[in-house]
């Protein structure tokens, strides 16, 4: 008989890799440490595969599809971001298990074997799993194009995976990849909920996931909060199992939590009680994260393309008016794309959406894309003052 032997809750923030000037070395240093403490957690349990639950930030499924849910059952399944690479195997008869009888079970899920997933993936790959020799099983669920899944559809997700596990052989660990508040890209950025933060850890410490469960996507949405989806499917397969904080980092613009949550094992909350239900203002429909208009395509395709592209991030510095062109932007989606290359702190910090959302351009994906180019700027910086 099959057995869930650890389930973990991890941050994945790109800052983690890139650690640009704007963080806390320190908050950055404990996020890394409570990650390394999960791996050490995994190894101790003796997992014969770990189902690592995460999102996309618009760099594996663009705007071309993008599925609700999907399991990756190649051989390998291949992680990339930050210049590292990873390329860890697969548990194939688990993977493909989980995808014929999750669609039986009428979940529809998607399935790819070379699926090249980005840092939500790679962060467990780097720091929780960190060279052990135990093969994975990637499940993707889509947390920031909606029509979203529900939180409520993701637990009942999680509880059907937890059923096929107890129905076969192995002990399987199951790390979910995401939270806590944040708004990245957005005007809101660096006004993260905490507030909201604290009050699902107090609940998630006493094992009340219902709690969360419940939320709309809406709301998720209005606390910066839908990365959270990924961690509602291990509350699904967990059940009522209290959790326990490893480390909660309130950066400047996101709530960084790792938090385990070890079968039959007591805990002691770290956090109050919270004392009433969290206030939303649940003023409808999505404020911050959005299915990008038709129109705005050709933009958000070359910032899609910005990010995976070396030779086209080079062009953007040496040319942008021609790459503009290119891509056939718009007057005014051509003059935000020059805003790409400030490297001034003050872009993300401001109370005002980044230019190129104005014209169009998916949150998400701006920021994503001003990580990759940002680093550059600094890359070719460096590199002039050794010539000089």
């Not at 190649?74 to 009888?101: C, M, V, W």
């Not at 799993?129 to 409520?152: C, D, H, K, Q, S």
């Not at 059907?160 to 890209?185: D, K, W």
Request: proline share 7%.
């Amino acid at each position: 008989m099959g057995q869930i032997v650890a389930a973990m809750a991890t941050v994945h923030a790109p800052q983690l890799f890139t650690r640009p000037p704007s963080e806390d070395p320190a908050q950055l240093d404990a996020d890394i440490a409570a990650m390394r403490e999960l791996g050490r957690n995994v190894e101790e349990s003796q997992p014969d595969a770990i189902i690592v639950i995460g999102s996309d930030h618009l760099e594996t499924f663009f705007l071309s599809s993008v599925p609700t849910f999907a399991i990756v059952a190649g051989e390998t399944s291949r992680a990339k971001f930050g210049g590292r690479d990873y390329n860890l195997p697969i548990h194939q008869p688990l993977a493909e298990d989980l995808l014929d009888r999750l669609v039986k079970a009428e979940f529809d899920l998607a399935y790819s074997q070379d699926a090249e997933l980005g840092h939500s993936f790679a962060a467990v790959y780097e720091w929780v799993i960190e060279g052990r020799a135990i093969p994975v099983v990637p499940i993707f669920v889509n947390t920031y194009l909606p029509p979203l899944p529900t939180a409520r559809r993701c637990a009942a997700l999680g509880r059907a995976i937890r059923e096929i596990i107890l129905s076969r052989p192995e002990r399987v660990a199951i790390v979910a990849s995401g939270g806590m508040s944040h708004y990245p890209g957005t005007w809101k950025y660096p006004q993260p909920a905490y507030d909201f933060d604290w009050w699902a850890i107090a609940h998630m410490e006493r094992g009340r996931h219902h709690v969360l469960i419940n939320l709309t996507n809406e709301q998720l949405d209005e606390v910066g909060n839908t990365e959270m989806l990924p961690w509602m499917i291990l509350f699904g397969a967990v059940g009522n199992q209290p959790g326990e904080l490893l480390t909660y980092q309130p950066t400047w613009h996101h709530g960084h939590a790792v938090m385990r949550f070890i079968p039959n094992k007591k805990q002691t909350p770290g956090t109050p009680e919270p004392g009433h239900d969290y206030e939303f203002r649940n003023e409808g429909g999505y404020q911050f994260y959005k299915h990008p208009d038709p129109a705005s395509y050709k933009l958000n395709k070359l910032i899609y393309d910005l990010r995976h592209d070396a030779q086209l991030r080079l062009r953007l510095f040496e040319n942008t008016r021609s790459l503009a062109d290119e891509y056939g932007l718009k007057p005014k989606e051509a003059e935000a794309l020059e805003t790409l290359k400030d490297e001034s702190i003050d872009v993300l910090r401001s109370l005002k959406s980044h230019p190129l959302v104005e014209v169009g351009a998916h949150p998400l994906g701006t920021l994503m894309c001003l990580v990759v180019v940002q680093a550059e700027a600094r890359r070719r910086k460096r590199l002039a003052e050794v010539t000089k």
